[in-house]
T-cell receptor, first 115, second 116 residues
Framework: NAGVMQNPRHLVRRRGQEARLRCSPM?????VYWYRQLPEEGLKFMVY????????ESGMPKERFSAEFPKEGPSILRIQQVVRGDSAAYFC?????????????FGEGSWLTVV | AQSVTQLDSQVPVFEEAPVELRCNYS??????LFWYVQYPNQGLQLLLK??????LVKGINGFEAEFNKSQTSFHLRKPSVHISDTAEYFC??????????????FGTGTLLAVQP
């Protein structure tokens, strides 16, 4: 009974490269959230997706960041032309539905280091 | 818009002592309240949540929290901590009238450091 699976767990990229982070939600979950945790800070909401739809991207930086959740396969968070400030832990979460109050389950995170 | 304040960035405590981690929130609408725990280099695990009903909520690992609407607080407590409780604790809220979303707004976290 696998939980939310994220890979890679650790990723090192040079400035200007692209980073791709993948997330497979819990079985039976069709709602995915991405959060970013900067050093010494709490988690900040980035984007909320359902299959093939972006529902809320109010927390996504305007440039270089994109997310998708295709009909088949994992959700992908893509960061183009990474900069040092993108170094953070990126957490994916999933839920069974969008109803506020229902439990959201988190993955173990992907730690991105930009050198 | 909602916001969550965790005033204590770090709380040192001796093993078997009681502990309280403070959480205050601000919101123009009704909210649901959550506490999550994060062990080093791991994801977040739900400790407990308040949706409605009794304002005292019991969670896993012996933790409990009390919702106080007048003080807009949701403090987390444990009567006797263990070394294994050392972790980062995050308070979070979600909009009760959330519409088509279920996103969480987090506080900055409190590091509970249990000493022998």
């Amino acid at each position: 009974n696998a939980g939310v699976m994220q890979n890679p767990r650790h990723l090192v990229r040079r400035r200007g490269q692209e980073a791709r982070l993948r997330c497979s939600p819990m079985k039976g979950h069709s709602h995915v959230y991405w959060y970013r945790q900067l050093p010494e800070e709490g988690l900040k909401f980035m984007v909320y997706l359902q299959k093939e739809n972006i529902i809320d991207e109010s927390g996504m930086p305007k440039e270089r960041f994109s997310a998708e959740f295709p009909k088949e396969g994992p959700s992908i968070l893509r960061i183009q032309q990474v900069v040092r400030g993108d170094s953070a832990a990126y957490f994916c979460a999933s839920s069974q539905d969008w109803i506020s109050g229902n439990t959201i389950y988190f993955g173990e995170g992907s730690w991105l280091t930009v050198v | 818009a909602q916001s969550v304040t965790q005033l204590d960035s770090q709380v040192p405590v001796f093993e078997e002592a009681p502990v309280e981690l403070r959480c205050n929130y601000s919101s123009s609408v009704s909210v649901y309240l959550f506490w999550y725990v994060q062990y080093p280099n791991q994801g977040l695990q739900l400790l407990l949540k308040y949706l409605s009903g009794s304002t005292l909520v019991k969670g896993i690992n012996g933790f409990e929290a009390e919702f106080n609407k007048s003080q807009t607080s949701f403090h987390l407590r444990k009567p006797s901590v263990h070394i294994s409780d050392t972790a980062e604790y995050f308070c979070a809220v979600s909009d009760r009238e959330g519409g088509a979303t279920n996103k969480l707004i987090f506080g900055t976290g409190t590091l509970l450091a249990v000493q022998p």
